[in-house]
C-alpha cells in the first residue's frame, strides 16, 4: 500500500535528547574510519540523530524498515558539532512520489541544541519498496 500523501509537511516529534560526548564522537570516527581531531565531529555524525527521527517517523507511521533503501542524505552545517553539545533532531517528510510501485520520501531534519539553536539541517531520500517487490536486498 503506497504511503500517504497527506504526510507531506508533516513534522513528528522531536528525538529525545542526546548528549554528544568525546567517546561518542571517537567511536562514531573510528566506525567511519575518519580521525576524530578532538574537536569538532565529522561530518556526517548527525545521522546519529537523523536515524534515530527517521526510526520514529516509519514506526509512527507503520512503514517496515526492511523495505527502506537510503537513497541519499546531505547536511548543511550553521556551527561544528562539538562534546558537550545537547541535540535533538525534528524530521518533516518534505516530499512524496510514486515510482514503478515505491514510494520516494524526502525527508529533512532540523538538529537543535539544548537553547532551540539550529546546528545542522540534514535531508534523505528514502525509498518504501512496495510489497510486489520484497524485503530490500
Known amino acids: 500500500m503506497p504511503v500517504d500523501q497527506s504526510l507531506v509537511g508533516r513534522s513528528f516529534p522531536p528525538t529525545a535528547a ?4 568525546e567517546d561518542r564522537l571517537r567511536d562514531f ?3 567511519v574510519g575518519v580521525a576524530y581531531d578532538g574537536r ?18 516509519l514506526e509512527a507511521e507503520q512503514i517496515d524498515l526492511f523495505r527502506i533503501v ?6 548543511a ?3 561544528p558539532i ?5 541535540l535533538t533532531a525534528t524530521l518533516t517528510v518534505a ?3 510514486q515510482i514503478a510501485g515505491n514510494d520516494i520520501i524526502g525527508t529533512a531534519s532540523e538538529v537543535e541544541d539544548a537553547a532551540g539553536e539550529l546546528v545542522c539541517s540534514t535531508s534523505a531520500t528514502l525509498v518504501h519498496r512496495g510489497p510486489q517487490q520484497g524485503p530490500a536486498a
Open 18 to 21: 542526546y548528549e554528544v560526548t
Open 29 to 31: 570516527a573510528d566506525a
Open 40 to 57: 569538532q565531529a565529522p561530518p556526517t555524525y548527525p545521522i546519529v540523530l537523523a536515524f534515530d527521527a527517521m526510526n520514529a517517523f
Open 70 to 75: 537510503h537513497g541519499e542524505q546531505k547536511f
Open 77 to 79: 552545517y550553521e556551527r
Open 82 to 86: 562539538v562534546a558537550g553539545d545537547v
Open 95 to 97: 516530499s512524496l512520489r
